[in-house]
């Protein structure tokens, strides 16, 4: 992984601790790891999976790197819905995530 990457991947955990700082309740891991997935490779995925879980430790209901590496199949991810999607969203974005894709010109 690049140097540019890994940075950006350590970033993405900083944001997500911003946007979460008390760690991700497990209701919003499936929005979550759909709406990582827009950005992010699989390994990076994975890397933040990790990461999330050995900090929901703080969380009120804590989740282990294998029940997140079980969400992150195609069809587990598709189950989020609209108003989950929106309520990570709003999460995400309070800790400065790139939602949106910058214009190409």
């Keep these: 992984m ?3 990457r890994s940075n950006f991947l350590t970033r993405s955990v900083e ?3 911003a946007g979460y700082p008390t760690g991700v309740p497990r209701q919003d891991y499936v929005a979550l ?3 990582l997935r827009r950005k992010l490779t699989e390994d990076e995925i994975r890397g933040i ?3 999330l879980a050995e900090h929901s ?4 209901d804590p989740i282990s790197a294998e029940d997140i590496e079980a969400m992150i199949s195609d069809e ?3 189950k989020a819905t609209p108003e989950d999607v ?3 969203s709003a999460h995400l974005a309070a ?3 790139p939602l949106v894709d910058p214009p190409t010109e």
Excluded: P
Aim: hydrophobic share 50%.
């Design 2 to 4: 690049s140097d540019s």
């Design 15 to 17: 944001w997500l601790r």
């Design 33 to 35: 790891l759909g709406l």
């Design 49 to 51: 999976a990790k990461s």
């Design 57 to 60: 430790v703080l969380a009120t």
């Design 76 to 78: 587990m991810l598709q």
């Design 86 to 88: 929106a309520r990570v």
């Design 95 to 97: 800790g400065g995530w």
